[in-house]
């Protein structure tokens, strides 16, 4: 049945839908590997695990492919764009230098592939001038965390996700500039409490040290340029003067957005809002899993599933948020913010302190608290200055 629309078009309208890049593979009843680059998998069903893709029927590779028993869906990575040409580009000699190893079902699995999927055929149907091939999964793994090939409009390309290294931006250049113009007052806060002292800037839902004097006995662990998203409880500070729909953005960062965990985060920040700033409570386990997620964040280019990881552990430093300070009692903190009061049209801006040494005083810590709320008036009053 022909509807009148044009191929090309259809293909061109089409083509603006990214597609993934996969290789389907198996050991054809000659005993050969064989295989063909698919963009057309998906996955179908969870109860029974059922996957789908949909060649040519005049696919001359899938003539063959479909007398095996078995058949895997190798993911293709960024990295594996001339693998996928050469596998593409036909010819008996395809799987030459090709490394592979045989699944549990006997299919070739490629090495360094994002993942891997092993299926027996459940069902083949034609629709027009596909199939549609019904697998029915038996093993899955995956192989590599990395971001996977992409097929647009007629092109091979990959995800570009931010990284935690800030890139040139309007507004972080701004905020640098900024931060430039208070440098000799950070410097001498560190020297005078012999912490660590850096300024954050608020860019884009993330906050990015645009300078930084390390003074303290403990080694920062965030270098300059270091980008962290904001999620809560973090990030507070940069909400003082905020409107209510900013604040919602922010809660919807979250990974529970439960009516319990939203009060919890609303009061940390009512609590940064009546006294000026925000103290962030050192329980290493919290930190360390904080600090790791963050770290396979950026390791597997930013993947979905580890910004996931990523909000989970930072929601799990709710707890050490904002805690109440008592007279006589001792505090280990891993951070002390407080925002630099600035123009509204310039890029949000904090002050933090690192690097304090353990079982502080509730007395000391309020003396810091004093010296940094001072420098960060000052440092805004400056930064006004500059502007005028």
Not at 114 to 121: L, M, S
Not at 219 to 231: C, K, S, T
Not at 295 to 307: G, I, N, V
Request: net charge negative.
């Amino acid at each position: 049945m022909s509807t009148g629309i044009d191929s090309a078009l259809f293909r061109e309208t089409l083509g603006h839908y990214p597609t993934g890049v996969a290789v389907v593979t198996a050991i054809a009843q000659d005993g050969r590997p064989t295989g063909m680059v698919v963009g057309t998998f998906s996955s179908v069903s969870l109860d029974p695990p059922m996957v789908a893709f949909f060649p040519a029927t005049n696919s001359r590779s899938f003539r063959q492919l479909r007398t095996a028993g078995a058949f895997c869906v190798n993911v293709l990575a960024s990295d594996q764009e001339p693998l996928c040409r050469r596998i593409a580009t036909g010819g008996a000699d395809k799987f030459d230098g090709v490394r592979w190893r045989p699944g549990p079902l006997g299919s070739p699995i490629i090495e360094d592939s994002v993942c891997w999927i092993e299926c027996t055929f459940q069902d083949i149907r034609e629709a027009g001038d596909h199939f549609v091939v019904l697998g029915l999964v038996h093993e899955l793994a995956v192989e590599r965390s990395t971001l996977p090939l992409l097929f647009f409009q007629g092109g091979y390309g990959r995800f570009s996700p931010g990284s935690f290294i800030a890139t040139p931006d309007p507004d972080l250049i701004q905020a640098a500039q900024l931060a430039e113009t208070i440098r000799s007052q950070i410097e001498d806060l560190s020297t005078e409490l012999a912490v660590n002292c850096g300024v954050l800037a608020e860019i884009r839902g993330d906050a990015v040290q645009v300078l930084a004097a390390n003074r303290g006995s403990v080694a920062e662990p965030f270098p300059l340029g270091h980008r962290q998203p904001i999620i809560p409880p973090l990030g507070a500070v940069f909400l003082v003067n905020s409107t209510a729909a900013q604040v919602e953005e922010w809660l919807r960062r979250a990974p529970d957005d439960s009516r319990d965990r939203r009060d919890l985060y609303r009061a940390g920040l009512d609590k940064v809002r009546a006294c000026g700033y925000s103290l962030l409570a050192a329980e290493p386990r919290l930190l360390q899993r904080q600090q790791a997620a963050l770290s396979a964040f950026e390791e597997s280019d930013r993947l979905p599933r580890h910004e996931r990881a990523v909000q989970q552990a930072t929601s799990e430093l709710a707890e050490l948020f904002c805690p109440d300070l008592l007279p006589g009692e001792l505090y280990d903190l891993a951070s002390i913010v407080a925002p630099i009061p600035t123009d509204a049209d310039l890029p949000p801006m904090a002050i933090r302190i690192t690097g304090m040494p353990a079982a502080v005083p509730a007395e000391q810590i309020e003396s810091w608290v004093h010296s940094l709320k001072r420098v960060a008036a000052a440092a805004g009053a400056a930064m006004t200055g500059t502007r005028g």
